[in-house]
C-alpha cells in the first residue's frame, strides 16, 4: 500500500525547503500522523460507537505557534466512508486545497488513503477541527486546534494558566440513522441531544448535581478513570485562568457560566475583543472564546461550571464540570446548585450579549465601503415533498468534484454554471410560513470578483411552522469577517446607516437571531472556492450553505491527491 | 452534475455500436439505472434503515436472456460511502472491471457518481447481485440476477411457473457498528442473526406458525401490505415449478423444505446437474440452486415453505413462507407443523446432500490433470490481540488502489509483490487450535500463469477455541471451478486419486465442512484480478480470503472511472 508518486515527491522536496525557510525564521513545520476510525467509547456512560483519532475521543489537541506550518497527515481507517477534516478559523491563506471541505476544496479522502494537509496557522487564537463530509462531525470528529503567539510576541492581556473547554452535542441515533431520517419523507428530525458533552465526557444516566435537582436523576459515582468522568478543571487561589472555549455542537447553542465567579471575555473566534466582563457566556456551534476567570473565590470550596441549552426548548440536561480551588479536594461537590441557565428563549439576554462584543482596540478595520451585496434569506421549505432548508430559494446539493478543481480547470458541466441570486423577492413576509415553497435544489455558486468587498445580509425568516423562526450560526471559510449589525424584522436600505464601522469584531461565525439580520463585510482577498454555512449539522445536510469562489485561477498548484475523484479525477491529473 | 468526458463518449459510441452488432445477433443490450440509496424499511416488522436501490429492498429484479448485455448506470446516493455491485456467479470473460469488487476491480463508486458496468450475461441460471464493499450486503444490497435461455434455447427440464427464493439473514445492530466490533480488540462477534428472510420479508416478533410452537411468540396477523409480510407462492394443482433459490445471508447455512413435497435439484450456481430428488436442500451463503416442485398433493390445503440454519447452533427461528395451492385461500394456515430443520450439527446429512451434487451429462469436463496445485489453510487467528481469519497465515487487507489497475499499469507499491505461499507448513495440526497464531496482515495476490489448470485445496482446521471447526462457503469471481472432491481431515497426496474427473459439478461457490478439505479444479483462463473468499461476510471482513491475478496484461481498455482512485487515480489517468 501507499508509496511514492512523482508528485508526492516533488511535494516532499517543497515541503522541506519550506521547513528550512521556516525553521530560519524562527517558526517551524510541525508533523503529525493521525488515523481517523470508529471505535466503542462511552461519552455520556452509555456505550456507542464514535468517530476518534489515533484512538482517542476527542481527537488530539493540537498546539502550535502563530506562524507554524502544520503537515498533518491524515489516513483514513474507517471502512466504506470517505473523510475530509476541516481546520475550522484557520483562513488558509494561499492554500485552499487544505480547507478539508468535501466537494469544495477537496475530495474526501478514500478508505485506505492518506492526503497530507499542510497549512500554515498564521495568527495566535483558540480554534479547532472537525470533519466536514455528511455529518461526520456530529459523530465525534473533532479536537481542538490552539495558536500560540509568535516567540517573542505577547498576548494583550495575562493570565497564570489555561484550559481547553471543547463543547459539544450527542445524540444515542447513529449519525448514519440521523441522515437517513433527515432525508426521508416524512421527514425525521433528529431531536434535541441526549447529552452536553465537556471535553467528550458527559453523563447521561445519572447526574454530578443530582441532590441540588428536582427530577428522580441519580447520583453520578465515578472512581475517576470513567470515559465520561468529568474533567476537572484545577486552579490555584487568586490566580487568573485563561479558558478556551470551542463549540462543535451538532445542534445546540449552548451558556456557559460559573458559579460565584465573573469571565472577561478577551477573545472571539481567534480575534482579540474589548475585554469586557460576564456572568454567563453565549456560544453558538462554530463559535470560540477566550474568557480570563480570575479565582478569587473562597478556596476551601469548589464550583460548578455550567453548560446549558439555549435558543430552542431544552429538552437535555446541563453539562457540569468543576472548578476545583487547591488544597480542597476535587472529590466535594459544590455546595449551592449549579449556575441556572438562562430561560432559553430570552433573546434579549442573547442579543445583549452578542452586541457586547466589539474588536480590540487596534484591530483591523473595515473597508467603508462595498463593491457588493448578497442578501441571503433562510428559509425552510419543502421540496417534492422533503423538508429542506433553502438560501434565496436555493437548497444546496454538493456536486462530486470539488468546485476547486472544477472551477480552476474550466470543468463547466460539473455545476451548475448559473450563479444563485444576489437577493430575494421583496415581497416575501418574513414574519409568516413560507408561501412560496417551491424552492429547488441547486450547486450554483456566488463568483466574487477578487479582491472587492462583499456585504452578506443574512435575513431570518419563519419556519415551515406557524410562529417559528430559529437561531443559525452562519460560519465562513477562509476568511474572517466583520459583523456590522443585527437588526429585527427585514434588512432595509435605510439600516446600512447604522453599521458599526468603528470596530465590528472580526469574526467567522455569526448568529441570526429569529426574525432577524445580521449584516457581515468581507473582503474576498483569499483566491480559493469557501462555504459559507449554517453550522448546525443537520440543516447544512438539509441544504443550508452558499459557496462563494474568488480568484479561483489565482490558486497555485492544488496536489493532485485532492482531486482525485469526480470530473477532476477522471481527465486532470 | 455530471457531464460527459470524451472517454465516456467514446465509451457510449461503442456502447452504440456493440448494442447494433448484439441486436443483430438475437440478443440484446438492457439498460438500467439504479440508485443506491439508505431507506426506513421494516424487513422483520422491525423498522431498520436498510440499503435499497430505487426505493426498492431487496433490490429490483434483473431479468435477461442468455447473450444479453446488462448495461447497468449505478448512481451513489448515500452520503459518505462509496459503494460496488458484484453480479455473483457472471463470470465477466472480457469484462474484468465490471466485477464489482471493491479494491479488486474497481475503486468504490463515490457518493454522487454514477458508474457504468457493462458485462454479458453469456449463460441462463439463477445469479444474483450485491454489494461487494464493507459489509454493504449484509446491510442490504442485493437481488435476483436471472438468466434466461437464449431465444430458441431450451432448458434441458420443464416447468409451468418459477418462483425466486432469495434468503438472507438480518441483524438489528447496524453493520457499520457491526464492522466496528470486528475490528476491536476486545473483539465482538456479531451473533446470530435476529431474522431470516425470504425475499426481504420475514418476522422478528411473532410466528406464521406461532400455534405449532412452544414459545411464547405470538401468531403474526397480517393485512398483507406489511413490508414484512410473507410473499405466498401461488401455484396450481398438478403442475410443475422451478424454484429458483439463492442464498446471500452474511452469515447462516440454511435448509429448505417444503412441507409434503420433495424437490429435484437440476441447477446449482448457473450449471446444470444430474436431477437428484431431496426432501430437503442445504444452501450456503454465495450458492444458487433450481429445484422442480411437483403441486402433487392435496389442493384443498396449503404447505409451509420453511427455512433453518445449519453449522451453527442456531438461535434464529425458522423463516417461513407459504405454498398456496388453487383455489384454497392463501389465508388458510397449514394443518401442520412447519417441516423440522435437520439438527444443525448433523454434518452427515450435509455432506451427503452436497456429495449428491454431480454435473448434468454433457456438461464441460475439466482437464485431467493440473499445471499447479495451491494449497490454502484456513485458520482463525490473532494477530495484534486481533481477532482474524487467515488462509496460510495471511490475513488479507485490500489496498486502496484496484489490483486490476495496480497490475496492468504496474504500480508495484501498491501492494505487496511477496506472494503470499501454495502450502502450508506440514506440521500444522488442523485438530488443534493454532499453535502458530502470530499470522501476519497482507495483500499479496496469487499470481496465475495464464489459461493453466489450477487445483486449490481448501483445508479447514480447528479455530481459537478447542473443538471447533466451522463451516465455510469459498466463493470464486471470474470463474467457475470443478469441484473434485471433498475428505476428512488433512488432505494428503493420495487423495487426487480418488478426486472425480467424470461428472464433477461446475460451480462458483464450494464449502469446507469442519476439519475436513475440498478439491477445487478451474481453469485460468479469463484474464483479469479475481477475488476468492469465504462468503460468509464477517469472516471477509477478518481477512478471509485471498485474490488471484491471472493474465492482467491481456485485459483491454480498462474505463477510466474504474480506477480513479489510490495510484492509479492519481497518475494514470
Given at each position: 500500500?501507499?508509496?511514492?508518486?512523482?508528485?508526492?515527491?516533488a511535494?516532499?522536496?517543497?515541503?522541506?525547503v519550506?521547513?528550512?525557510?521556516?525553521?530560519?525564521?524562527?517558526?517551524?513545520?510541525r508533523?503529525?500522523?493521525?488515523?481517523?476510525?470508529?471505535?466503542?467509547r462511552s461519552?455520556?456512560?452509555?456505550e456507542h460507537?464514535?468517530?476518534?483519532?489515533?484512538?482517542?475521543?476527542?481527537?488530539?489537541?493540537?498546539?502550535?505557534?502563530?506562524?507554524?506550518?502544520?503537515?498533518?497527515?491524515?489516513t483514513?481507517?474507517?471502512?466504506t466512508e470517505?473523510?475530509?477534516?476541516?481546520w475550522?478559523?484557520i483562513?488558509?491563506?494561499?492554500?485552499?486545497?487544505?480547507?478539508?471541505?468535501?466537494?469544495?476544496s477537496?475530495?474526501?479522502i478514500?478508505?485506505g488513503?492518506?492526503?497530507?494537509?499542510?497549512?500554515?496557522v498564521?495568527?495566535?487564537?483558540?480554534y479547532?477541527?472537525?470533519?466536514?463530509?455528511?455529518?461526520?462531525?456530529?459523530a465525534?470528529?473533532?479536537?481542538?486546534l490552539?495558536?500560540?503567539?509568535?516567540?517573542?510576541e505577547?498576548?494583550?492581556?495575562?493570565?497564570?494558566?489555561?484550559?481547553?473547554?471543547?463543547?459539544?452535542?450527542w445524540?444515542?441515533?447513529?449519525v448514519?440513522?440521523?441522515?437517513?431520517?433527515?432525508?426521508?419523507?416524512?421527514f425525521?428530525?433528529?431531536?434535541?441531544?441526549?447529552?452536553?458533552?465537556i471535553?467528550?465526557r458527559?453523563q447521561?444516566?445519572?447526574?454530578?448535581?443530582?441532590?441540588?435537582?428536582?427530577?428522580?436523576?441519580?447520583?453520578?459515582?465515578?472512581r475517576g478513570?470513567e470515559?465520561?468522568?468529568?474533567?476537572?478543571?484545577?486552579?490555584?487561589?487568586?490566580k487568573?485562568?485563561?479558558?478556551?472555549?470551542?463549540?462543535?455542537t451538532?445542534?445546540?447553542?449552548?451558556?456557559?457560566?460559573?458559579?460565584?465567579h465573573?469571565?472577561?471575555?478577551?477573545?472571539?473566534?481567534?480575534?482579540?475583543v474589548?475585554?469586557?466582563?460576564?456572568?454567563?457566556?453565549?456560544?453558538?456551534?462554530?463559535?470560540?472564546?477566550?474568557?480570563l476567570?480570575r479565582?478569587?473565590?473562597?478556596p476551601s470550596?469548589?464550583?460548578?461550571?455550567?453548560?446549558g441549552?439555549?435558543?430552542r426548548?431544552?429538552?437535555?440536561?446541563?453539562?457540569?464540570?468543576?472548578?476545583?480551588?487547591?488544597?480542597?479536594?476535587?472529590?466535594?461537590?459544590?455546595?449551592?446548585?449549579?449556575?441556572?441557565?438562562?430561560?432559553?428563549n430570552d433573546?434579549?439576554?442573547?442579543?445583549a450579549?452578542?452586541?457586547s462584543?466589539?474588536?480590540?482596540?487596534?484591530s483591523?478595520q473595515?473597508?467603508?465601503?462595498?463593491?457588493?451585496r448578497?442578501?441571503?434569506?433562510?428559509?425552510?421549505?419543502?421540496?417534492?415533498?422533503?423538508?429542506?432548508?433553502?438560501?434565496?430559494?436555493v437548497?444546496l446539493?454538493?456536486?462530486?468534484?470539488?468546485?476547486?478543481?472544477?472551477?480552476?480547470?474550466?470543468?463547466?458541466?460539473?455545476?451548475?454554471?448559473?450563479?444563485?441570486?444576489?437577493?430575494?423577492?421583496?415581497n416575501?413576509?418574513?414574519?409568516?410560513?413560507?408561501v412560496?415553497?417551491?424552492?429547488t435544489?441547486?450547486?450554483?455558486i456566488?463568483?466574487i470578483d477578487?479582491?472587492?468587498?462583499?456585504?452578506?445580509i443574512?435575513?431570518?425568516?419563519?419556519?415551515l411552522?406557524?410562529?417559528?423562526?430559529?437561531?443559525h450560526?452562519?460560519?465562513?471559510h477562509g476568511?474572517?469577517?466583520?459583523v456590522?449589525g443585527?437588526?429585527?424584522?427585514?434588512?432595509r436600505?435605510?439600516?446600512?446607516?447604522?453599521?458599526?464601522?468603528k470596530?465590528?469584531?472580526?469574526?467567522?461565525?455569526?448568529v441570526?437571531?429569529p426574525?432577524g439580520?445580521?449584516a457581515l463585510?468581507?473582503?474576498?482577498?483569499n483566491p480559493?472556492?469557501w462555504?459559507?454555512?449554517c453550522?448546525?449539522?443537520?440543516?447544512l445536510?438539509?441544504?443550508?450553505?452558499v459557496?462563494?469562489a474568488?480568484?479561483?485561477?489565482?490558486v497555485?498548484k492544488?496536489?493532485?491527491?485532492?482531486?482525485?475523484?469526480g470530473?477532476?479525477?477522471?481527465?486532470l491529473?
Amino acid at each position: 500500500m501507499g508509496g511514492k508518486s512523482w508528485g508526492s515527491r516533488a511535494l516532499v522536496f517543497w515541503c522541506i525547503v519550506l521547513s528550512l525557510i521556516h525553521v530560519s525564521l524562527g517558526s517551524k513545520a510541525r508533523h503529525f500522523k493521525w488515523e481517523v476510525e470508529y471505535m466503542y467509547r462511552s461519552p455520556d456512560c452509555l456505550e456507542h460507537v464514535v468517530m476518534g483519532i489515533n484512538g482517542q475521543f476527542p481527537g488530539p489537541t493540537i498546539r502550535a505557534k502563530a506562524g507554524d506550518t502544520i503537515v498533518m497527515e491524515l489516513t483514513n481507517k474507517l471502512y466504506t466512508e470517505g473523510v475530509v477534516i476541516h481546520w475550522h478559523g484557520i483562513r488558509q491563506l494561499g492554500t485552499p486545497w487544505a480547507d478539508g471541505t468535501a466537494s469544495i476544496s477537496q475530495c474526501a479522502i478514500n478508505p485506505g488513503e492518506t492526503f497530507k494537509y499542510r497549512f500554515k496557522v498564521d495568527r495566535p487564537g483558540t480554534y479547532f477541527y472537525h470533519g466536514h463530509y455528511g455529518m461526520q462531525r456530529s459523530a465525534g470528529l473533532y479536537g481542538s486546534l490552539i495558536v500560540d503567539v509568535a516567540d517573542g510576541e505577547k498576548e494583550p492581556f495575562h493570565y497564570d494558566g489555561e484550559f481547553d473547554l471543547l463543547l459539544s452535542d450527542w445524540w444515542h441515533l447513529s449519525v448514519h440513522e440521523q441522515e437517513v431520517g433527515l432525508s426521508s419523507n416524512p421527514f425525521r428530525w433528529v431531536g434535541e441531544p441526549q447529552t452536553l458533552l465537556i471535553n467528550g465526557r458527559g453523563q447521561f444516566n445519572c447526574s454530578l448535581a443530582a441532590k441540588f435537582s428536582n427530577s428522580s436523576v441519580s447520583q453520578c459515582k465515578f472512581r475517576g478513570n470513567e470515559q465520561c468522568a468529568p474533567q476537572i478543571l484545577h486552579v490555584h487561589p487568586n490566580k487568573t485562568y485563561r479558558l478556551r472555549i470551542a463549540s462543535t455542537t451538532a445542534l445546540a447553542s449552548l451558556n456557559l457560566a460559573i458559579g460565584g465567579h465573573k469571565m472577561l471575555v478577551v477573545e472571539a473566534d481567534g480575534n482579540y475583543v474589548q475585554p469586557f466582563a460576564v456572568n454567563d457566556l453565549d456560544i453558538y456551534s462554530g463559535e470560540t472564546y477566550s474568557v480570563l476567570v480570575r479565582t478569587d473565590q473562597l478556596p476551601s470550596k469548589n464550583y460548578w461550571i455550567s453548560i446549558g441549552v439555549r435558543g430552542r426548548e431544552p429538552k437535555t440536561a446541563q453539562a457540569l464540570t468543576i472548578l476545583n480551588y487547591f488544597p480542597t479536594s476535587a472529590s466535594i461537590l459544590p455546595v449551592s446548585q449549579p449556575p441556572v441557565t438562562p430561560r432559553w428563549n430570552d433573546y434579549n439576554h442573547s442579543k445583549a450579549f452578542t452586541k457586547s462584543i466589539f474588536a480590540l482596540m487596534g484591530s483591523p478595520q473595515p473597508p467603508k465601503t462595498n463593491h457588493r451585496r448578497i442578501i441571503l434569506l433562510n428559509t425552510q421549505n419543502k421540496i417534492d415533498g422533503f423538508t429542506k432548508w433553502s438560501i434565496n430559494n436555493v437548497s444546496l446539493v454538493l456536486p462530486p468534484t470539488p468546485y476547486l478543481g472544477s472551477i480552476k480547470y474550466g470543468f463547466n458541466n460539473a455545476f451548475d454554471q448559473k450563479h444563485p441570486p444576489d437577493n430575494y423577492d421583496n415581497n416575501y413576509d418574513i414574519m409568516k410560513p413560507p408561501v412560496n415553497p417551491n424552492s429547488t435544489h441547486g450547486n450554483g455558486i456566488y463568483t466574487i470578483d477578487f479582491n472587492t468587498t462583499v456585504d452578506v445580509i443574512l435575513q431570518n425568516a419563519n419556519a415551515l411552522a406557524k410562529d417559528v423562526s430559529e437561531i443559525h450560526p452562519w460560519h465562513l471559510h477562509g476568511h474572517d469577517f466583520w459583523v456590522l449589525g443585527y437588526g429585527e424584522g427585514k434588512f432595509r436600505e435605510e439600516d446600512e446607516k447604522k453599521f458599526n464601522l468603528k470596530n465590528p469584531p472580526l469574526r467567522n461565525t455569526a448568529v441570526i437571531f429569529p426574525y432577524g439580520w445580521t449584516a457581515l463585510r468581507f473582503v474576498a482577498d483569499n483566491p480559493g472556492a469557501w462555504a459559507f454555512h449554517c453550522h448546525i449539522e443537520p440543516h447544512l445536510h438539509m441544504g443550508m450553505g452558499v459557496v462563494f469562489a474568488e480568484g479561483v485561477h489565482r490558486v497555485g498548484k492544488i496536489p493532485k491527491t485532492a482531486l482525485a475523484c469526480g470530473l477532476t479525477g477522471n481527465k486532470l491529473n
